[in-house]
């Protein structure tokens, strides 16, 4: 497993969503590795423990006790399940614009997992069309929402993604349920949403429902942003993250 290690300060480790690949988030790392040492990875092919245990040897490898976990997307379904099996590791953890506890796949996305190799394709031909309103909204320059299609394919040509690892995923979240895992977590929570119109992709309703299950939890808005916000406007998002986690060794000093 390579373990991507940027920046300095407290350290943050920053988990992938579906695709699975570190580099989609590289806006954010870049963006979070100005105030955090931030440790990052591709997923691999596992189940959501697996991807968690991930998270652990992450750490192990880096020799770091403690860390603020942050999980995007499908990411903060595997920050949940560490911070429930770790609690003594996780400093605090994030979950930005994370599936539903329960989550549950529409019908066409159930159609896709069933042949990744034939319906894949369409997927990711689609997708920038389903995206287009948030990323228009969060990036209101025209020459800056090219510089970022551009950044976005360049990053899809040099790290593509497996559709039958993203289906596997997929498969997988349509059946857990971190329920559980929530009444275990002790470490304070941010929740982090888009606008509830933007996001097309997770129902902000669903990450809302941390708020009810995960003690200490607190719900915060990235204006402009739907689902990508970590990567639209990842200044933003960084200094989200940084506000919440000063904010506690504020309190705890």
């Known amino acids: 497993m390579q373990?991507?290690?940027r920046g300095s300060g407290p350290p943050l480790v920053l988990i992938p969503g579906l695709q699975g690949r570190w580099e989609y988030l590289r806006p954010a790392v870049d963006a979070l590795s100005s105030s955090f040492r931030v440790l990052t990875f591709s997923l691999g092919a596992g189940d959501l423990d697996g991807c968690a245990q991930q998270v652990?040897?992450?750490l192990a490898e880096k020799r770091i006790a403690r860390a603020t976990i942050c999980g995007v997307s499908f990411g903060g379904l595997v920050a949940v399940r560490f911070a429930a099996q770790h609690p003594s590791r996780c400093d605090a953890l994030i979950l930005a614009s994370t599936p539903s506890p329960v989550p549950r796949l529409r019908r066409r996305h159930r159609m896709?997992?069933?042949?990744?190799?034939?319906?894949g394709p369409v997927f990711l031909v689609e997708t920038p069309w389903r995206l287009r309103p948030e990323v228009r909204a969060a990036i209101p320059d025209a020459r800056a929402r090219r510089l970022?299609?551009?950044r976005a394919l360049g990053t899809a040509f040099s790290a593509p993604v497996s559709l039958s690892r993203m289906a596997a995923r997929a498969r997988l979240m349509s059946s857990v349920d971190v329920r559980p895992d929530c009444e275990r977590i002790s470490a304070p929570t941010l929740v982090v949403t888009g606008e509830r119109d933007l996001d097309r992709v997770v129902p902000v309703e669903g990450s809302i429902e941390y708020l009810g299950l995960v003690p200490n939890a607190q719900a915060v808005v990235l204006a402009r942003?739907?689902?990508l916000g970590s990567i639209t406007r990842p200044d933003a998002f960084a200094a989200l993250v940084r506000a919440f986690?000063?904010?506690l060794r504020h309190a705890a000093a």
């Open 3 to 5: 373990i991507v290690d």
């Open 245 to 247: 986690t000063e904010d």
């Open 225 to 227: 942003t739907g689902h």
């Open 148 to 150: 970022f299609s551009l």
């Open 56 to 58: 652990a040897s992450v």
């Open 112 to 119: 896709y997992v069933r042949a990744p190799w034939m319906f």
